[in-house]
């Protein structure tokens, strides 16, 4: 632990100017700098971001590692939406498993095609993992909506590795998994789920303003039968995953569907939230050549399913290559419903140091967090702010850290 405090003091110059670690020739007289992923070189720019750790995660895909608890989460849920819909016929899944797309996306993917106001929050660099000013690590899987709709699917579930700048704590983790799921209708298959009229249901109707209920685009009567089918759609999931618990839908606001909500279940005494979702933007629909359907979208974080389906405590097992978690699942490899449970095998208590330091001009937290994650990597249980000062002369202010230390594996 004594290498730290040295690297800290000498690391905060990094703070909010982009990390720049390998500089190519050009040639006479020139250079650039970039970074290499997956085998391909990106210049770096003003707001370049991303860091070592990071890109080292970019291919483990624990969403493909057959045994792993987010891969067995993913064939669970993937196995009851095979069975639970069907292609006409019969013969086929009616939704495309799709689970190899790269995690390196553009700006405009991630955020312009799902109709993100440029001024935006989500955008921040302060959240997210810029490579440059056009490329980044996705957010979220719903940057591959447009493209894949598209390509042209109507009903696809989305798997991959998603990347977010973020606190450190036991549920936390820079890196995780997520599965999108989109479903589009025509009219007359809206008719078909058998909760309409066919006389009296259209999709669409003109000059109508949005309201709580509904996108400005649709009818009422027809967004409300999406959101019924979405809904009925998440119950079947949350019971084969959890069985029977109690649920209830809140309200909230994404910028690509309308109406929003986010769906809980109270699960060890507590309400936890399992999925977001809602109408998608009608926008979206459109950029990607559609014209005559209406759809809804959702998306699930599989490691926080993972960690409350097998009673995981610490979000860093799951990057864990030890083979006393890795064999607990082994047994769910061949069959995905097998019963199994983490039992913790490492009983080293935490340990603690205190970090102070006078915080510097456009300072922010997750700065410092990716500081911490680059030099102490997964030993970090979690750190918290314990104090702050400010100097009555000089106004400036310092924060004092408690980061707490606790291998996983010892």
């Not at 007289?29 to 070189?41: F, L, P």
């Not at 290559?321 to 199994?340: E, G, H, K, L, M």
């Amino acid at each position: 632990l004594a290498m730290i405090g040295n690297a800290f003091s000498s690391c905060f110059r990094r703070f909010g100017s982009g990390l720049r670690w390998s500089t190519t020739r050009a040639g006479a007289g020139s250079s650039r700098i970039h970074v290499r992923i997956e085998s391909t070189d990106y210049d770096c720019d003003h707001v370049t971001n991303i860091t070592p750790p990071v890109i080292e995660k970019i291919g483990r895909q624990l969403h493909k590692e057959r045994g792993h608890p987010v891969n067995i989460v993913k064939r669970r849920i993937e196995q009851h939406m095979h069975s639970a819909f069907r292609a006409r016929g019969g013969l086929s899944p009616l939704f495309t498993a799709v689970d190899h797309l790269s995690p390196v996306v553009s700006v405009e993917q991630n955020f312009d095609s799902l109709l993100v106001p440029k001024d935006h929050v989500s955008r921040s660099r302060n959240d997210n993992y810029y490579i440059n000013s056009t490329m980044m690590l996705r957010a979220h899987t719903s940057a591959h909506q447009r493209d894949l709709i598209l390509s042209g699917l109507n009903a696809f579930l989305m798997t991959g590795d998603v990347y977010r700048r973020d606190e450190i704590d036991s549920t936390h983790y820079p890196v995780f998994h997520q599965m999108e799921g989109v479903r589009l209708f025509t009219r007359d298959e809206l008719v078909a789920s058998g909760r309409g009229d066919s006389s009296s249901v259209e999709l669409f109707e003109d000059g109508s303003q949005e309201m709580d209920e509904k996108q400005a685009e649709h009818s009422l009567e027809a967004c409300r039968l999406v959101e019924c089918d979405l809904k009925e759609t998440l119950l079947g999931i949350v019971k084969a995953l959890f069985g029977d618990v109690e649920y209830r839908w809140v309200t909230t606001t994404f910028p690509f569907t309308h109406p929003s909500t986010e769906l809980e279940i109270w699960f060890n005494n507590n309400w936890l939230e399992v999925v977001g979702c809602g109408v998608m933007r009608q926008g979206i629909l459109l950029d990607g050549g559609v014209t005559d359907r209406i759809g809804w979208a959702f998306g699930f974080g599989l490691d926080r399913l993972a960690m409350a389906l097998f009673d995981i405590p610490d979000v860093r097992l799951l990057w864990s290559s030890d083979p006393r978690f890795i064999s607990q699942f082994t047994a769910a490899a061949d069959d995905v419903n097998a019963q199994v449970q983490f039992k913790p095998y490492s009983k080293y208590p935490a340990c603690y140091k205190d970090v102070t330091f006078w915080i510097p001009p456009e300072y922010n937290e997750n700065d410092f967090y990716e500081l911490v994650r680059d030099i102490c990597g997964d030993l970090v249980e979690e750190v918290k702010m314990i104090d702050t000062f400010q100097h009555l002369k000089t106004l400036r202010t310092s924060h004092c850290y408690r980061i707490n230390y606790r291998s996983m594996d010892r």
